[in-house]
């Protein structure tokens, strides 16, 4: 069995700056104002409206922008992520993907929680299910000729998986003011967090008034912080 770290990866391009995204929203949102005339080629026009909108909450405007984002996560937290209902998903395949083939390695790979810390009791009793896990689904693939969308029922919430996330600036933020505060799940946090912060280092504005308490206040590995 192979264990992967959880990670994100933007996959849109990002202007330099951050520029054009911002001054596609502002082409759109001036229609409504009829206030194209403002529009300087700095984008600090831009960046002015969006700012504005986003203070007086007209976020519709956001919607006219896209972001797409390849998770690397267990199956709990991708089943967490499809809740967001405005957004588009694509998820690696517990039915399609055989897990047995070469391609694999012919082996699982499965997400350590980061609050099970190596060589505690905690950890044998996770990478006992995940080997046992993987053993049985090998031979029910292998030997017993199961599909492996049949043999997929004895595989556990942290297998691992991919998920790209698209969603518009207006779904992001909802997704942001959800998924960061220390009430979302410490394996959430831990890709959300840098990942808002990222994207605010990168789009101007849009995602500025979103506050996240990471990585200083961070309660992800308290569990392992009072031992
Ligand atoms: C800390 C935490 C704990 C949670 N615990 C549980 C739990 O125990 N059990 C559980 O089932 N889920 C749980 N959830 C998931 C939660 O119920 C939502 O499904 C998830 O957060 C998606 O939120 P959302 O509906 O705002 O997002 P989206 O589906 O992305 O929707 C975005 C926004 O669009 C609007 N919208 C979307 N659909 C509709 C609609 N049909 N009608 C009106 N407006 C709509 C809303 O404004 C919504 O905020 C939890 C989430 C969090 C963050």
């Not at 690696?92 to 980061?114: A, H, M, Q």
């Not at 492996?148 to 698209?166: F, S």
């Amino acid at each position: 069995m192979k264990i992967v770290e959880p990670k994100y990866e933007i996959l849109t391009d990002i202007s330099e700056g951050g520029i054009k995204e911002l001054q596609q929203i502002e082409r759109v949102a001036r229609v409504c104002y009829k206030s194209e005339d403002k529009i300087t080629p700095d984008g600090e026009s831009a960046k002015k409206l969006v700012g504005f909108l986003v203070k007086q909450g007209h976020e519709a405007m956001l919607e006219h922008s896209q972001l797409s984002v390849l998770f690397t996560c267990d199956r709990a937290i991708a089943n967490e992520l499809v809740r967001h209902r405005i957004a588009s998903f694509a998820q690696e395949s517990t039915r399609y993907c055989n897990y047995s083939k070469e391609k694999f390695g012919g082996e699982l790979s499965f997400v350590k929680p980061s609050y099970i810390s190596d060589g505690t009791r905690e950890y044998y009793a996770w990478e006992t299910v995940c080997v046992d896990a993987e053993a049985a689904y090998l031979c029910m693939v292998s030997d017993l000729k199961l599909r492996p969308e049949q043999a997929r029922c004895v595989l556990p919430l942290c297998l691992k998986t991919e998920i790209v996330v698209t969603a518009n600036y207006r779904e992001w933020r909802n997704i942001f003011k959800l998924r960061t505060p220390v009430a979302a799940h410490p394996q959430m946090r831990e890709l959300m967090c840098p990942l808002l912060l990222e994207v605010q280092k990168k789009i101007p504005v849009v995602f500025d008034d979103i506050y996240t308490f990471w990585p200083a206040d961070d309660q992800t590995r308290k569990g392992s912080m009072v031992k």
